[in-house]
């Protein structure tokens, strides 16, 4: 699978459990129906997405199937289901409690399992909230951000760090005989020369940003890109956001603080997951909104309610460990 494959499927599982959250809250809207119907059959990677959570719904019994409709076995079938209450099966549980186990199940599978694998063939890892200082066999330091996993791979001829998740700092030691790079994904690599740097990896692209000296950008079948001290990129798999960042502000999270200027509020908000025990959902619209401050990652409820609090969003938590985005 192409990195630009893992960001559409991990994007469509993102927005596939939006729609679980929007269908429960408003089943009976043609709107809604109908606009849910558009997404499923924009993309397989949104069916697949679907199919895989109307499974999990129906194992934890949001939707017996001995209750459902000819119509509705179809549609579980096809992985078209709709998502509302079914008064004709009794409930254990109250709807809205069976509603947020759902979520947190959901999103358990979605993320764990591979997850687990990931971890457990790593060489360095940190928790939610974690961070963590290394020094290499070569005197070069890492820092890594929370929820991050690394794997080092060295050898006679070359230095390569692959960063498995999350974000890391580097201050390499320069040795041109033994070339350091940082491999995301299997298209992706970004190569040392002489060089601070963060590498980032965000929901659906990756972040890379220079305090020092200069980095070579190369992507699979692309030319290569140069980036010097003070400069930002956004990696998607369709293009490269170029974007000045002052010095200082590199890396700001080893001080406790996300730094941002102009960012879309899905940038900051994967930032902000790295610290949060839980799951933020983000909706209406909200994501694509630029957003300028400083925000205490000590405290990623108050950094995510400010950020709403921006473009006139609110926070809503349906437990301590769900907390929804939206606006209006």
């Not at 199937?65 to 009794?90: M, Q």
């Not at 890892?125 to 996993?149: A, W």
């Not at 700092?169 to 299997?186: M, T």
Request: proline fraction near 4%; charge should be negative; aromatic fraction near 6%.
């Amino acid at each position: 699978m192409t990195a630009a494959s893992d960001h559409h499927r991990e994007q469509a599982d993102e927005e596939a459990i939006n729609w679980v959250i929007l269908l429960r809250e408003e089943p009976d809207v043609p709107d809604v129906q109908k606009e849910f119907n558009q997404w499923l059959a924009a993309s397989s990677h949104n069916r697949e997405a679907w199919k895989e959570i109307t499974r999990t719904y129906q194992g934890l019994g949001q939707v017996a199937p001995a209750t459902l409709s000819e119509k509705d076995k179809h549609s579980v079938s096809t992985g078209v289901l709709r998502i509302g209450r079914n008064d004709n099966h009794r409930q254990v549980f109250s709807p809205r409690r069976r509603f947020v186990a759902g979520v947190m199940a959901l999103a358990a599978c979605v993320v764990l399992a591979p997850v687990i694998y990931t971890r457990l063939t790593a060489d360095a890892v940190t928790g939610m909230g974690e961070t963590r200082s290394l020094t290499l066999e070569d005197g070069s330091h890492v820092s890594m951000g929370p929820d991050t996993v690394l794997r080092v791979v060295f050898g006679p001829t070359g230095r390569e760090v692959r960063l498995l998740k999350g974000d890391a700092w580097f201050q390499v030691v320069h040795d041109a005989s033994r070339p350091f790079h940082v491999s995301i994904g299997k298209e992706m690599r970004v190569t040392d020369i002489g060089t601070a740097f963060e590498v980032r990896e965000l929901s659906s692209s990756v972040q890379v940003q220079v305090a020092e000296g200069r980095v070579e950008l190369s992507r699979q079948g692309r030319e290569p890109l140069f980036l010097a001290a003070g400069d930002g990129a956004i990696v998607r798999p369709a293009n490269v956001e170029h974007y000045d960042v002052p010095v200082a502000d590199v890396a700001s999270w080893r001080d406790g603080q996300l730094v941002v200027h102009d960012r879309p509020i899905r940038e900051v908000v994967d930032v902000i997951r790295q610290y949060y025990r839980g799951f933020i959902v983000v909706r209406n619209g909200v994501a694509d909104q630029h957003v300028t401050g400083v925000f205490d990652l000590h405290d990623p409820m108050a950094a995510l309610t400010a950020v709403a609090h921006a473009h006139e969003a609110s926070v809503t938590r349906i437990t301590p460990w769900v907390a929804v985005l939206s606006r209006g």
